[in-house]
């Protein structure tokens, strides 16, 4: 069982920037990961993705702005977010799913807020 803790949200200036971290408690080499964003009084949505192979896929409203990555030996997931805006406010989620099907992991999240 590998437990997933976020760090690194808080307040920020819009056009501002922030790192998230997600420290998982074993070994992530076989763990796909992602990163969702919940807005306020939204549903939990898919932001970014990594695959164990370093492949890494966006949605559109933060592609050019958010970069997901990994480090296998630090067991960690991160995400660098750029060019804040105040719809970025929300919590952020930590995920990981071994393969397409296999067991998968949550995060208890993090808060970030983008003020105008």
């Known amino acids: 069982q590998v437990q997933l803790v976020e760090s690194g949200g808080g307040l920020v200036q819009a056009g501002g920037s922030l790192g998230l971290s997600c420290a998982a408690s074993g070994s992530i080499s076989d763990i796909n990961f992602d990163w969702y964003h919940q807005a306020p009084g939204k549903q939990r949505g898919l932001i970014a993705r990594?695959?164990?192979?370093?492949?890494?896929e966006y949605v559109d409203s933060v592609k050019g702005r958010f970069t997901i990555s990994r480090d296998n030996a630090k067991n960690t997931v991160d995400l660098q977010m750029g060019s804040l805006k105040p719809e970025d406010t929300g919590v952020y989620y930590c995920?990981?799913?071994?393969?397409?099907?296999?067991?998968?992991?949550w995060g208890k999240g993090t808060q970030v807020t983008v003020s105008s």
């Open positions: 995920h990981g799913r071994i393969g397409l099907f296999g067991r998968e992991y």
């Open positions: 990594i695959t164990r192979g370093g492949i890494t």
